[in-house]
């Protein structure tokens, strides 16, 4: 079995993803999102979906874009 590097649940399900060079293992999408999902700038929420960045900076959404400043941003549809 192995052990989800967020909960540390040793469990029989857990799986692997790689993502930049490293290998993380986690029980659930819950973990998984917990510690591979941008954060939001403005909002704080994580990004699960598209969302946008702009000088290094993540946003969830162009509102949450300009309220930072960052007025050339928009949604994709």
Known sequence: MAVCEVC???YEMA???RAAGAVHV????ECAA???AP???????RI?????QSDGQFFCCA???RV???QNLVDHA
Not at 26 to 29: A, C
Not at 39 to 45: D, H, K, L, R, Y
Not at 48 to 52: I, S
């Open 15 to 17: 799986f692997e993803v």
């Open 63 to 65: 509102h949450c874009a």
């Open 26 to 29: 986690f029980d659930s999408l």
């Open 68 to 70: 930072q400043g960052h």
């Open 48 to 52: 699960l979906g598209h969302g946008l």
């Open 8 to 10: 540390s649940n040793d």
């Open 34 to 36: 917990t510690k591979m």
């Open 39 to 45: 954060i939001c700038e403005n909002c704080q929420c």
